[in-house]
C-alpha cells in the first residue's frame, strides 16, 4: 500500500522522468538536415568585448550613486568628524574625516578612499 505523501512524489518523479525523457528524444531529431543551415563559429574576442561594454554600462551608474542623501545640507551626521591624538606614540592623529567626508560632500563609492581604488578595475 502506498501513502498519499509517497504517492503525490512517485508522481512528480514520474512525471519529471517523462519529461526529460521527450526532451531528450526530441533534441536526437533536432540535427539539421542535410543542406541545412549550420552555425557559425563564435568570435571568442568579440563576445568578451560585447559582454565587457554591457558590463560597463550596467556598472558605471553604481559607482557613481550618491550614498548620503544628505549631503551637503545641515541635516548631514556624516558632516560631523572625529579625530583621536595617541598620546606620548609620536603618531599622526588619526580621524573619520578621510572616510566621511568625500560622502559628506554628496560624492560615491568610487571617491571612497580604499573601494575607488577597487572600483577602478571594474569597467564603466
Keep these: 500500500m502506498v501513502s498519499k505523501k509517497s504517492g503525490a512524489g512517485l508522481a512528480?518523479?514520474?512525471g519529471a522522468a517523462m519529461l526529460l525523457g521527450g526532451a531528450g528524444a526530441g533534441a536526437a531529431h533536432a540535427a539539421p538536415a542535410e543542406g541545412g543551415a549550420a552555425l557559425a563559429k563564435t568570435d571568442v574576442n568579440q563576445a568578451l568585448g560585447g559582454t565587457t561594454t554591457g558590463l560597463g554600462y550596467a556598472v558605471a551608474p553604481v559607482k557613481d550613486l550618491r550614498l548620503d542623501p544628505w549631503a551637503n545640507s545641515s541635516a548631514d551626521v556624516l558632516n560631523n568628524g572625529a579625530t583621536?591624538?595617541?598620546?606620548?606614540?609620536g603618531l599622526p592623529p588619526v580621524g573619520t574625516d578621510l572616510l566621511t567626508?568625500?560622502?559628506s560632500a554628496g560624492g560615491g563609492p568610487r571617491d571612497l578612499p580604499l573601494v575607488g581604488g577597487l572600483l577602478g578595475a571594474l569597467p564603466g
Design 12 to 14: 512528480a518523479a514520474l
Design 84 to 89: 583621536v591624538q595617541p598620546e606620548n606614540s
Design 101 to 103: 567626508g568625500p560622502l
